[in-house]
Structures are given as structure tokens and as C-alpha cells.
């Protein structure tokens, strides 16, 4: 498993020393989550459904979370969790927020797509200051401090191509209503005229990360879960990809978009002119 890069040497700008610590304690916990989610996806999972038939959890799920609000509550018993799985616990006046998806790409795991995430951010008084996704079956672990850069292991990550949008591969996911879904399928059928290609690959998450990677070169998504996005998007922000979310708002849980900033504006308006607000 590749770990987070060394911390700035004193004096070095980057981010304050306690974010570097919230930072520190999310790779730890998102590497053993990992470790988890593979050991439990060598025993027989049991599946049940949440919002429609496709939207799956699997007791994995359930016990990688449970692990990880285990350890948060030890370590950090004053801070604030959200969890795709068991929802949100702690005080509202917690000045310290974690948003953990235990396994993001549920779907992917329960097939065995080696293609799924642990997702841990941490948000300081409401802004995302730390996160970490790391995929367990591939050992790569992305990272991210606000103000401090976005890593895969020690490597620094530079964000997308900046490539014509006609050229861009575009990465992409869909929702679990199917009314939503064909609306998202129309979107994407109108973009596929003007991108590259399209890849849709499962997990948000690892998404996001790889847009970072510059693994593809444009990615939206909406509407998503907080834990879904809040690690991925802080990777690709401090990777320098331009982010928006609808109608020119803050990327959020409406839609996520990304793109190298030389062709955001073209992306983000294209989004709006095929109809990215009917998807919410
Ligand atoms: C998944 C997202 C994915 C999206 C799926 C699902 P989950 O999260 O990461 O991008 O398209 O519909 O929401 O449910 O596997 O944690």
C-alpha cells in the first residue's frame, strides 16, 4: 500500500501542522478499512437493497463503517461523523466533520471489479481540509491536504490533459432511480458527440482521483452522496483541476464536473446547455 507523502519541512508553506494530523490519522484508517474490505470480500457477502433494487449494501459495507466510526469515536471522540451507511452522529457544534464511504463502487465490490474505495475526508469548520481514498484490490493510495497538494504515494499529481474537449475522455456515473438514470443516459448520449470517449467506472471516488491522475480528462456527476465526493474532490482540486457544480454553484452534491482549466468554461457550459439541471 503506497503511503502519504513526507509532511513540508518546518517553515515550508503548506498547511497547519493540525490538519497534517486529521490528515495522517485518514490514510491510516483508510488503509485498514482496506485491508478489511478485502478480507471480507473473501467470505460470503450477504446483499439487501436501500433505495431501489440496484442500490446495493453489503454487510461489508456495514462492517467497514462500523470499523471506522469505531476508531474515529477512540481517537477523535469529540469530532463528527457522516457515513453513506449509518448517517451522521456527534454534536453539530463539532468544529472537526468526518465523511466516510466505507466502500464506494458497492457494486463493483459485490461483483468483484477490482475497482472500489475507501473514502475518508475531514472538514474543519465545514471546509474539507483532508482526504484520502484508497483502493484496496490495486494498493494505490490517493491523498490530499488543502493548500498542502494532492498525491498517489509520494507522487505529486498535476491533474488532466489539457486536451480539445472532441479529444477528452470523459468519466462519468449514473444514479440508482431509473428515471434519473435515462435522464443521465440522454445527457451522457449528447455529450458523447462532443468528447473523446467515456469511461464509467464505478466509484465516484476513484473518479475523481483519477481526473487528478490525469487517467481521464473530464468527469461529472450528480446528484452524490457527500461521502461519495468530499476525499476525490479535494485530490483533484489541489491536482489544479478546475471543479463546478450546477449553473456555476460550487461543486457539490447537485453535480460534480472537473476539467484541466483551459477547457472548463467549454466543458461546464455544455454540461448546462444539454440539460446538467435536470438531473437534481
Ligand atoms: C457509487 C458512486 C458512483 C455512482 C453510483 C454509486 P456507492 O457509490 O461512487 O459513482 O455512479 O451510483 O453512487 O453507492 O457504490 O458507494
New binding site residues.
Partial sequence: MTERPPEPPDGASGPPPGVGRLADLAVSLARQAGELAVARRATELSVSTKSSAT?VVTDADQAVEQFLRAELAKRRPDDAVLG?EGGSSGSSDARVRWLI?P?????NFMLGLPQYAVSIAAQLDGVTVAGCVVNPVSGELFSAVRGGGAYLGAQRLTGPRAVPLAEAVLAT????DPARRARQGELVGRLLGRVGNLRRL????L?LCFLAAGRVDLYF?GP??EW?YAAGLLIAQEAGVATSGLAGRPAGAAMVAGAHPDTAAEFFRLLEEYGAASLI
Fill in positions: 442500490d453513506e464511504d466502500i464506494d463502487g458497492t457494486v456515473g449514473f444514479g440508482y464505478g466509484s465516484a471516488a473518479d456527476e452524490l452522496g461519495d
